[in-house]
């Protein structure tokens, strides 16, 4: 079974300051991974995904995560926030690439405060 | 610009009548397409697999006879939210895989209100 658990439900950081969203996954087969934001009232937007090639990966808004298989984690970083950066965040995982479903954390909510 | 979208955006309805959300997939094909739900500050709950041309796959928990989802064509999956009631006034988001790839496009969403 695949399952993601990210630690936190809610994070505050200042202005300027790094980003830190933790997901862990579990997962019997190599997962493939994805981190997305959302905003008020909208759908999902892909920030970035691992796909099993490079282990670091840089995604939309300055925004970066890395695939580390020993620590079964992809934790979702930004070295400086901005205020537009409060969303709610979720990391996602799936078995295949054919298409299946995707499984998601159940989100963190990112407070920026100036 | 936006490859999956849905209709309507929001929706409110009276108790005991039904609602009907589409999921388009726009430029491509998609046989199958997913339904979540999210409840207000939580996450998305996958509640069925929507496949053209034949019967959905229900998550364990979901109503199928509530929750009707037709896949006519491979490019449209339509949710009916059969006999409303308050509780299901949630935000519904549809999703379909990219072709040949393990991405998946998600839908802006629709809200339902129950009244």
């Known amino acids: 079974a695949q399952s993601v658990t990210q630690l936190g439900s809610h994070v505050s950081v200042s202005e300027g300051a790094l980003v830190l969203l933790r997901c862990n996954y579990s997962s019997s087969v190599p997962p493939y991974l994805f981190w997305y934001v959302q905003y008020p009232n909208q759908g999902l937007q892909l920030l970035l995904k691992y796909t099993s090639a490079a282990t670091l990966v840089k995604g939309i808004n300055g925004f970066e995560a890395e695939f580390k298989k020993s620590e079964t984690s992809f934790h979702l970083t930004k070295p400086s926030a901005h205020m537009s950066d409060a969303a709610e965040y979720f990391c996602?995982?799936?078995?295949?690439?054919?298409?299946?479903?995707?499984?998601f954390g159940t989100g963190t909510s990112l407070t920026v405060i100036p | 610009g936006a490859v999956v979208s849905q209709h309507p955006s929001r929706v409110i309805c009276k108790s005991g009548t039904s609602v009907k959300i589409e999921c388009r997939s726009l430029d491509f094909q998609a046989t199958t397409m997913f339904w979540y739900r999210q409840f207000p500050k939580k996450s998305l709950m996958l509640m069925a697999t929507s496949n053209e041309g034949s019967k959905a796959t229900y998550e364990q928990g979901v109503e199928k006879d509530k929750f009707l989802i037709n896949h006519a064509s491979l490019t449209l999956s339509t949710l009916t939210v059969t006999s409303a009631h308050p509780e299901d006034s949630s935000f519904y988001i549809c999703?379909?895989?990219?072709?040949?790839?393990?991405?998946?496009?998600f839908g802006p969403g629709t809200r339902l209100t129950v009244t």
């Open positions: 996602a995982v799936t078995k295949s690439n054919t298409g299946n479903q995707f499984y």
């Open positions: 999703s379909a895989p990219r072709p040949s790839s393990y991405e998946q496009y």
